[in-house]
């Protein structure tokens, strides 16, 4: 797709554009693990609707330099008007400042406790919502919907309802290759599939790996009932039906059904291979 | 203003402030007219000065000050954060700017969410826990401090045990107490009002371990129970709520969040 400044979103660069007026920018971050290069999606995503814009989440502030420049292009000379970040954790929030003193009229939007604590500048210039709350952007409606797989009690799930796309932050970190190094706390993919969507990509859901990462990345999947947590995320999906999840972790899914199942594999297998001992099996757990 | 400083056994300093549980913490209930001790502590070391943790940002002003003002002999001076949120590192570059850090202590950088480029680029030396290493490290040398993996944890999240004092940096366990106003002392001891009840601990902790009732929450249980068999633990020093100082407080406390562990998890 083309904007009006002759800018192309093309798959394989960020800003790319998912859906119209929806931008998916990205910063992985890049390490070594074993010989190999690996990478950790670190994902914002623009809403551009016809009367006001929306950011979801920050990136680290390493990044804002590349993050500005993404937001310059896909923004076209428009301004920011709303920061949603999903959860106040590093990753998702640490460049608050940045955009705040970019963007003079821009309001944090969401579930802001601690952004007072953290950020004292950004009192007055909060907006708290609650769940089942939406904003209208002219044309795109950001509706706020519970974070099912989380970690900080404050994160916010939100579901945009033209498109259908539902943004997940830390959950559905869609996985392909990685490292087994446990401190390392959030899930990993190659280099050249930054910018892929699920079907795009040529591997399969590595499980495994998967199953690996949800126990680091999400610490308490090993004492938590996956069928209760899975239930929650069922009610969820079948309430909004999104066509698009998009994770801050993670490439694009676009084949949500048929990622949906492996997603579930996977923080079954989180609780199961536990190593708890004299833990039954989440099945029998739950018809006992 | 804020309860600020205080010291609790000679060699540990409480530095901080407090905050209104009025849902401005996302960690804490609402409690109308009831406040929450948030904090971090200076450990005066022979051959080192320690920070467990920064504070919050919003104290900045009280925390900053303090740390320089105690820290003015040019001893190596060692950082380390429980855990790498705002919440733990909110004065760390602001301390940096007047006290230079030598030592920055986390549970890993190897994490690279974790955004220390400016302390590294400055050649703060970083110790990270050892990838594969036992289950406790020791951080200092010499020696100054035990560090170990918290299992009871959110985000990845390390606990420090100074032996010589008997006192436990638990992060964000154990911080399941609230005061009646700001200038409250946010230290339990045996002879203080102790108000805390199960209620009280169990709104506390559930309001940030949101998934224990949906939790087998036993082998939660067994790592606290052994974490205090294994040391002789006489304070209880969290990131927020009051310090508890002796065994006796000790004690209630341990079997406060082992009872809310046991009776609001899955059976
Ligand atoms: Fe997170
Ligand atoms: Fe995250
Ligand atoms: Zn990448
Ligand atoms: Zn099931």
Redesign the pocket.
């Known amino acids: 797709m083309a904007d009006g400044q002759g800018h192309k979103y093309e798959r394989n660069t960020f800003p790319r554009e998912i859906a119209p007026n929806i931008f998916w920018f990205g910063n992985c971050l890049k390490i070594s693990v074993t010989a190999e290069i690996m990478h950790i999606h670190l994902n914002q995503f623009l809403l551009k609707g016809e009367e006001k814009t929306l950011l979801i989440d920050t990136g680290m502030p390493r990044h804002w330099d590349s993050l500005k420049a993404q937001l310059n292009i896909a923004l076209g000379g428009r301004s920011l008007d709303y920061l949603f970040p999903t959860h106040p954790e590093v990753p998702h929030c640490a460049n608050i400042p940045n955009i705040l003193d970019e963007y003079p009229s821009c309001s944090l939007i969401g579930d802001v406790r601690d952004y007072g604590l953290y950020y004292p500048e950004t009192r007055g210039r909060a907006l708290n919502v609650s769940i089942g709350d939406a904003v209208d952007l002219g044309g795109l409606k950001l509706r706020f919907v519970p974070a099912i797989l989380k970690d900080l009690p404050s994160s916010l799930w939100a579901f945009e309802e033209t498109h259908r796309i539902m943004f997940v932050a830390d959950g559905f970190a869609f996985l392909h290759a990685g490292s087994q190094n446990p401190m390392l706390d959030e899930p990993l993919h190659r280099p050249g599939e930054c910018t892929l969507t699920s079907t795009e990509l040529g591997s399969g859901v590595n499980v495994e790996l998967g199953n690996f990462i949800i126990r680091a990345a999400l610490h308490w999947s090993r004492f938590v009932d996956?069928?209760r947590l899975?239930k929650e995320m069922d009610e969820l999906i079948d309430e909004h039906k999104p066509s698009i999840i998009a994770s801050a972790h993670g490439n694009i899914i676009v084949d949500v059904d048929h990622v949906l199942p492996m997603i579930?594999d996977m923080h079954?297998k989180a609780y199961a291979d536990a190593g708890i001992p004299g833990r039954k099996p989440?099945?029998s757990r739950?018809s006992a | 203003m804020n309860a600020r400083q205080h010291n609790l056994n000679g060699t540990i300093m409480r530095l901080g402030g407090s905050i209104a549980l009025d849902g401005q913490a996302s960690w804490a209930p609402i409690k109308p007219n009831l406040f929450q001790p948030v904090s971090c502590y200076l450990l005066k070391k022979p051959k080192a000065h320690v920070l467990i943790d920064t504070g919050v940002a919003c104290h900045q002003s009280n925390i900053v000050p303090a740390v320089t003002r105690e820290i003015k002999d040019g001893n190596y001076v060692i950082a380390c954060l429980t855990r790498s949120e705002p919440e733990c590192a909110g004065n760390l570059l602001a301390i940096h700017e007047n006290v230079p850090i030598n030592e920055l202590v986390t549970a890993t950088v190897a994490n690279p969410f974790d955004d220390y480029s400016s302390l590294v680029a400055q050649s703060v030396k970083l110790t990270t826990f050892p990838f594969g290493a036992p289950a406790s490290f020791t951080v200092g040398d010499p020696p100054v401090l035990e560090m170990f993996l918290a299992q009871f944890r959110m985000l990845l999240t390390v606990w420090f045990f100074d032996a010589e004092t008997g006192t436990l940096f638990s992060s964000d366990v154990f911080s399941h107490t609230d005061v009646l106003s700001p200038e409250a002392p946010p230290i339990i001891t045996s002879s203080t009002l102790d108000k805390t009840t199960y209620e009280s601990a169990r709104e506390h902790i559930l309001a940030k371990f949101w998934w224990i009732p949906k939790a087998d929450t036993a082998p939660l249980g067994d790592w606290v129970r052994k974490v205090f068999s294994a040391r002789r633990i006489e304070t209880i020093a969290p990131t927020h709520g009051c310090v508890l100082m002796g065994r006796d407080v000790v004690d209630r406390h341990l079997n406060l969040v082992l009872d809310v562990l046991e009776k609001e998890g899955l059976r």
């Open positions: 996956p069928d899975l579930r079954h989440a099945a739950q």
